[in-house]
């Protein structure tokens, strides 16, 4: 099933709203959305980054239970860095390679990337778009060491 590229579209358009569109990259199929310049949250190694969420095949479509494909995947540039403890430490859940990557995900770690899980914490609705998936990241971002549950 293809994704729904009007829902794709409108969400692309409340991204560029929120970041603004020179930070905002999207390919005319809107198989995903880049944002050039993320803001990352004080403690890093680098003040910005460049994400990538895919929409994946099947994203904007919902059952009658308003159950529908979630965005779990987040793509980042590699080489960042926390300061944990006094030291410069690697991301958890940041990975360039290995079997914990999506298999939809191997070409992205191809192209540079690295995949940041940030274990999703809610169910997907209706309510939810790419916006949250950024927004969630953030969050993740900002203490990367505390405790997944």
């Given at each position: 099933?293809?994704?729904?590229?009007?829902?794709?579209?409108?969400?692309?358009?409340?991204?560029?709203?929120?970041?603004?569109?020179?930070?905002?990259?999207?390919?005319?199929?809107?198989?995903?959305?880049?944002?050039?310049?993320?803001?990352?949250?004080?403690?890093?190694?680098?003040?910005?980054?460049?994400?990538?969420?895919?929409?994946?095949?099947?994203?904007?479509?919902?059952?009658?239970?308003?159950?529908?494909?979630?965005?779990?995947?987040?793509?980042?540039?590699?080489?960042?860095?926390?300061w944990h403890q006094g030291q410069w430490k690697k991301l958890p859940h940041y990975f360039?390679?290995?079997?914990?990557?999506?298999?939809?995900?191997?070409?992205?770690?191809?192209?540079?990337?690295?995949?940041?899980?940030?274990?999703?914490?809610?169910?997907?609705?209706?309510?939810?778009?790419?916006?949250?998936?950024?927004?969630?990241?953030?969050?993740?971002?900002?203490?990367?060491?505390?405790?997944?549950?």
């Amino acid at each position: 099933m293809l994704r729904n590229i009007k829902r794709c579209k409108t969400e692309v358009k409340l991204t560029i709203g929120y970041f603004g569109i020179e930070n905002i990259e999207y390919p005319r199929g809107f198989s995903f959305v880049k944002n050039n310049n993320y803001r990352l949250p004080p403690g890093y190694n680098e003040k910005v980054t460049s994400v990538l969420v895919p929409f994946p095949q099947g994203y904007g479509y919902y059952n009658s239970l308003g159950e529908g494909q979630a965005l779990l995947d987040i793509y980042i540039d590699p080489g960042l860095s926390f300061w944990h403890q006094g030291q410069w430490k690697k991301l958890p859940h940041y990975f360039g390679s290995g079997n914990y990557v999506p298999v939809d995900g191997q070409k992205y770690l191809q192209q540079g990337w690295h995949w940041l899980c940030i274990h999703a914490s809610h169910a997907w609705s209706r309510e939810d778009n790419v916006l949250t998936l950024f927004k969630q990241a953030y969050l993740f971002l900002c203490d990367p060491f505390q405790r997944i549950k």
